[in-house]
């Protein structure tokens, strides 16, 4: 892979986004990582520019539209054109769905739907010009299987997926590929709070129901994106990449 590809993840600064703007930066890529959470950003990032990595961060919530715009403005300024994007920012809790407030479904499909539309859309000028993009989603095993107290979750993501698949047609023309990765449970800051409230029971034992019995990393998401972002993967597009253990088969 041109170590020199500029590399944009959303909710870079933990989970799953931090493992994946890891494995990219130290790959050799500029990698430009978003989030909302501004000290996670300071500390993870100087943690990579210790070790040589070309790192930029940028607050960013992914519901709106001019902080997308702005922080790939400053991208392009400070690392070059876009070439990558991983669209991972994303949000999730359980809520019973007979007393959903309209507001939290809202919220949901802000975040984890319409800020990927957010996240893709104005990077997608670099990708053209350049006849050459790589796009990857994280949805989630949710929409793929449903999810018991998450209607509101497994509904984005399962958007999520569709947008995939058909930004996978309608971008392959174009030297672009899209894909998703949908993980189950993967040993997160996120999970484990959720794990911390009693919305999920502890990561052991729900690794009793994984054939590969244990939670994923987000090393583990981190390898399928540097795969589906590689010229080696440059006949795969539309696919859901299931990282998941065996969960969903």
Same mark, same amino acid.
């Given at each position: 892979?041109?170590?020199? +590809? ?19 930066? +130290?790959?050799?890529?500029p990698?430009?990582?978003?989030? =909302?959470? !501004?000290?996670a ?5 100087a943690?990579?520019? %210790?070790?040589?990595? $070309? ?8 519901? %709106?539209? &001019? ?5 790939y403005?400053?991208? +392009? ?10 669209a991972n #920012? ?12 309209? !507001? ?21 000028? %670099?990708? =053209? ?6 796009? =990857? ?5 949710? &929409?793929?299987?449903?999810a ?8 984005? $993501?399962?958007? =999520? ?7 996978? +047609?309608?971008l ?8 998703t ?11 484990? /709070? ?7 029971p ?16 987000? !090393? ?7 795969y589906?972002?590689?010229? $080696? #993967? ?5 696919? /859901?990449? *299931?990282? *998941? ?5």
């Amino acid at each position: 892979m041109n170590s020199q +590809r500029v590399v944009v993840v959303t909710g870079g600064a933990s989970g799953i986004g931090l493992g994946v703007s890891q494995l990219f930066a +130290r790959n050799g890529h500029p990698v430009a990582m978003l989030d =909302v959470q !501004e000290g996670a950003l300071a500390r993870e990032s100087a943690a990579l520019r %210790d070790q040589g990595a $070309k790192v930029l961060t940028h607050r960013v919530d992914v519901t %709106d539209r &001019a902080q997308v715009e702005a922080a790939y403005a400053a991208v +392009r300024d400070n690392l070059g054109p876009i070439a990558i994007v991983i669209a991972n #920012a994303g949000i999730s809790h359980a809520a019973d769905f007979q007393t959903l407030p309209v !507001e939290t479904w809202q919220r949901m499909i802000d975040v984890n739907l319409t800020g990927v539309f957010h996240t893709i859309q104005p990077a997608l000028p %670099d990708m =053209v010009a350049a006849k050459w993009g790589r796009i =990857v989603t994280i949805s989630s095993q949710a &929409a793929q299987s449903g999810a018991q107290d998450r209607a509101h979750y497994a509904a984005s $993501k399962g958007g =999520v997926i569709g947008l995939t698949r058909s930004l996978a +047609r309608e971008l392959a023309a174009l030297g672009i590929t899209v894909n998703t990765i949908p993980p189950s449970v993967v040993d997160t800051p996120l999970a484990q /709070e959720s794990v911390r409230t009693g919305q999920f029971p502890s990561l052991d034992i729900i690794s009793q129901a994984i054939p590969i019995a244990r939670p994923g990393t987000p !090393e583990d998401i981190a390898f399928a994106c540097e795969y589906l972002c590689s010229d $080696k #993967a440059s006949y795969v597009t539309g696919q /859901e990449i *299931n990282v *998941n253990g065996g969960m969903y088969i």
